[in-house]
């Protein structure tokens, strides 16, 4: 079975190209992924391929590896996020405290806390 990489998929519109170990360009179709796979450019893929109207058109695709994302490489250990987290628990039930008083985080602050609050997002979404 040939393998190669997902050059391009779009899943709105189901389908993208892989790009085979010998170079060529290799149509899929959702049609052609396992149910419930989710690709992405980068991921390691093998299949069968068939000649559609507009070329190679790849069949029963397997994913082999998902590609990991600078975000994932770089994100903290699992223990130390707990530990922002839990900190981050603790700020935000002091604000909702301030909330709860009709009082708004002030200008610098809001801005820290909303900076906070993307950046563990970011992490934790990775």
């Known amino acids: 079975m040939p393998s190669g990489k997902v050059r391009y998929y779009d ?14 360009d290799v149509f899929l179709h959702a049609s052609a992924l396992p149910a419930g796979a ?10 069968g391929v068939a000649d559609g109207r507009k070329g190679p058109q790849a069949l029963s695709v397997r994913v082999l590896e998902a590609p990991v994302s600078l975000a994932q490489r770089n994100r903290m250990k699992a223990e130390d996020m707990a530990i922002v987290v839990e900190d981050l628990v603790k700020l935000l039930d002091g604000i909702g405290g301030d909330l709860r008083r009709n009082n708004y985080p002030k200008g610098a602050q809001a801005k820290k806390i909303a900076a906070i609050l993307r950046k563990v997002a970011d992490d934790l979404d990775a």
């Open 11 to 24: 899943e709105a519109k189901g389908f993208g190209f892989i790009t085979a170990e010998d170079g060529q």
């Open 38 to 47: 989710v690709v992405k450019p980068g991921a390691r893929v093998e299949f």
